[in-house]
């Protein structure tokens, strides 16, 4: 199912394609396509270079592995995220390696890291949708993350699937139409609040 966004403006048609689905095809993803995905995220820019970003991925044909991952979200995505192939949890390093001081740009830099990601993975015809529905703490504690590390997102990963296969209250979410808050409220110029002359005409 494709859900283009309704642009005021031309953008990219990647970015125009990447939706969150909760519907995904039970195909499973080359390891190779994964490695190109986490190779996009590899080159995304971060705040002096320092690259906070770590990936814990899960595939379906290690179920003990894929398990272990699905245990960490809450049970509202577990019921549909359990049929996507590929499972992954984005990890922050909250402090820069050399000097251990607070890397304030560190969710930002991971954020943009997926992001990368993401394009890639549309670009290759799958789909992802992020989860801030995940229990840290036990990630924490299944795969013994440091201290200075922070898991941000989880993420699930795969081919498009059938709407028609999700229990009635997501189909309705799935199909809903995407909505966005219009430019006007959050690009600013002059003053905090005070939209931008730019996006007058
Ligand atoms: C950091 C983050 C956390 C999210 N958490 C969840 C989640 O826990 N469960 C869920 O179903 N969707 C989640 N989403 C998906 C958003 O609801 C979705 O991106 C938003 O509604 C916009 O829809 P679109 O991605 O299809 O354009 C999350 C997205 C992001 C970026």
Known sequence: MEKPADTHYPIH???KRRWSPRAFSNRPVASDTLRSLLEAARWAPSSSNE???????ATKD???EFSRLLSCLVEGNKLWAQHAPVLMVSVARMSFE???KPNRHAFHDVGQAVANLIVQATALGLM?????????DKVRE????????????AIALGYPGDPQSLPERLRTRELAPRERKPLA???FT???GKTSPLLAS
Request: charged share 20%; proline share 9%.
């Open 13 to 15: 048609e990647l970015l």
């Open 51 to 57: 690259q906070p970003w770590n990936f814990i991925v």
């Open 62 to 64: 290690e179920q003990a």
């Open 98 to 100: 050399d000097d251990g």
């Open 128 to 136: 992802a949708h992020q989860m801030a529905g995940f229990h840290p």
């Open 142 to 153: 299944l795969y013994g993350v440091p201290k200075e590390f922070e898991p941000v997102a």
């Open 185 to 187: 409220g959050f690009v």
């Open 190 to 192: 002059g003053r905090w």
